[in-house]
Nanobody, 127 residues
Framework: VQLQASGGGSVQAGGSLRLSCTAS??????????LAWFRQAPGKEREFVAGVIWSGAATSYADSVKGRFTISRDNNMSEMYLQMTSLKPEDTAVYYC???????????????????WGQGTQVTVSS
């Protein structure tokens, strides 16, 4: 499974960005995966940001982004998105999309639970 993340960039605090993740698989297979966004800041471990189950009906967020970020997916397009608003300098990191078939009806939050990863896209928020 190949994942391609895009949409990162540099914004000022309070700004918005929309990340996209495109999977190289047919829609009928894509819909069997749970998906998530993780991020990794310099010198820190990769951390869970947001996740969505196979159907898009359930989502989960890290406390640090609740109310500011929204995860969604389009199974017909084999794509996932992360709408980020009210960005803060502490959101600065490389953002990775991830996919897992282990439990598509649950939002998994551990790095080790995901089998496929995108290459990452840099998000930089300046104060």
């Amino acid at each position: 499974v190949q994942l391609q993340a895009s949409g990162g960039g540099s914004v000022q605090a309070g700004g918005s960005l929309r990340l996209s993740c495109t999977a190289s698989m047919p829609a009928r297979i894509f819909s069997g995966y749970g998906l998530a966004w993780f991020r990794q800041a310099p010198g820190k471990e990769r951390e869970f940001v947001a996740g969505v189950i196979w159907s898009g009906a359930a989502t989960s967020y890290a406390d640090s982004v609740k109310g500011r970020f929204t995860i969604s997916r389009d199974n017909n397009m084999s794509e996932m998105y992360l709408q980020m608003t009210s960005l803060k300098p502490e959101d600065t990191a490389v953002y990775y999309c991830a996919a897992s078939r282990r439990a598509p009806t649950l939002v998994l939050q551990r790095v080790s639970q995901y089998d496929s990863w995108g290459q990452g896209t840099q998000v930089t928020v300046s104060s």
